[in-house]
C-alpha cells in the first residue's frame, strides 16, 4: 500500500479551469501538507493541516483552496488556472510529536497549464 | 525570518569519494528539526536524515552523516563512498514552530564513474 497517495499523477489543462488534486495518507498522521515544486525545483509550503484545522497557510492566492474531509485526506482545489500554475504539486504528511517528525511524500502530482 | 540556504548549486564528485553538502539556516525557534531529502530524476522524494537542535551527537544513516554545527548554525550533508545512484537533487529542510517545514533550494549532486 502506498503511504501518501496523489492522484491524478499528470494534469494537463487550459487557463481558466478549475481542477483539483486529491491526496490520502494511510499513515495516521495528524498533519498534511501542500507544497508546489516549481521549474527551478524550488520547493514552497502553500498549506498544512492538522487534524483537519488549517494551520499554515503561506500567502497563496484565494484561487487554491485546501480542503480536508477527515485527518486522512486533504485536497487541492485550483479555480482560474494560470500559465504560473504550471510545476509539480507534492501532498506530505507527518505525525506531531514523533522522533523525527519527517515529512512523507506523495509522488507528486505534476500540472500544465495551457 | 526562518531561511534554509544552500550555496552549491551544483556538485560533482567522483565515484567512491566523500562528498559535503552545504546548508545553513536561520530561526530565532530554540527548538527545531533539521532534515535533508533527495530527489532523483524520477521526482519522488526520499527522506535520508534528521538531526535535532538538542541532539549533541550529529545524525548518522549508513553512508550519510549530518555535521550539525549549532553555533554557526549549518547543517551539512556528508555523503561517503558516493555511488552513481547518488546523483540527484538534495534538500536541506528545516521544521520550526506549528510543524512548518521549509526547504531550501537544493543542490544537485552529480557522481562521475
Known amino acids: 500500500d502506498t503511504a501518501v497517495s496523489q492522484t491524478p499523477k499528470y494534469l494537463v489543462t487550459q487557463m481558466g479551469n478549475d481542477k483539483s488534486i486529491k491526496c490520502e495518507q494511510n499513515?495516521?498522521?495528524?498533519?498534511m501538507y501542500w507544497y508546489k515544486q516549481d521549474s527551478k525545483k524550488f520547493l514552497k509550503i502553500m498549506f498544512s493541516?492538522?487534524?483537519?484545522?488549517?494551520?499554515i497557510n503561506e500567502t497563496v492566492p484565494n484561487r487554491f483552496s485546501p480542503k480536508s474531509p477527515d485527518k486522512a485526506h486533504l485536497n487541492l482545489h485550483i479555480n482560474s488556472l494560470e500559465l504560473g500554475d504550471s510545476a509539480v504539486y507534492f501532498c506530505?504528511?507527518?505525525?506531531?510529536?514523533?522522533?523525527?517528525?519527517?515529512?512523507?511524500f506523495g509522488e507528486g502530482s505534476r500540472l500544465t497549464v495551457l | 525570518a526562518q531561511k534554509i540556504t544552500q550555496t552549491q548549486p551544483g556538485m560533482f564528485v567522483q565515484e567512491k569519494e566523500a562528498v559535503t553538502l552545504d546548508c545553513t539556516y536561520d530561526?530565532?525557534?530554540?527548538?527545531?528539526?533539521l532534515f535533508w531529502y533527495k530527489q532523483p530524476s524520477s521526482g519522488e522524494m526520499i527522506f535520508l536524515i534528521y538531526?535535532?537542535?538538542?541532539?549533541?551527537q550529529n545524525a548518522t544513516e549508513g553512508r550519510y552523516s549530518l555535521n550539525f554545527q549549532k553555533a554557526r548554525k549549518s547543517a551539512n550533508l556528508v555523503i561517503s563512498a558516493s555511488q552513481l545512484g547518488d546523483s540527484a537533487m538534495y534538500f536541506c529542510?528545516?521544521?520550526?514552530?506549528?510543524?512548518?517545514?521549509?526547504f531550501g533550494p537544493g543542490t544537485s549532486l552529480s557522481v562521475i564513474p
Open positions: 493541516y492538522n487534524n483537519k484545522e488549517l494551520i
Open positions: 499513515l495516521g498522521h495528524d498533519t
Open positions: 506530505a504528511s507527518s505525525q506531531e510529536g514523533s522522533d523525527t517528525g519527517e515529512l512523507f
Open positions: 529542510a528545516m521544521k520550526t514552530s506549528y510543524d512548518k517545514v521549509i
Open positions: 538531526q535535532g537542535s538538542y541532539d549533541e
Open positions: 530561526t530565532s525557534d530554540q527548538s527545531y528539526g
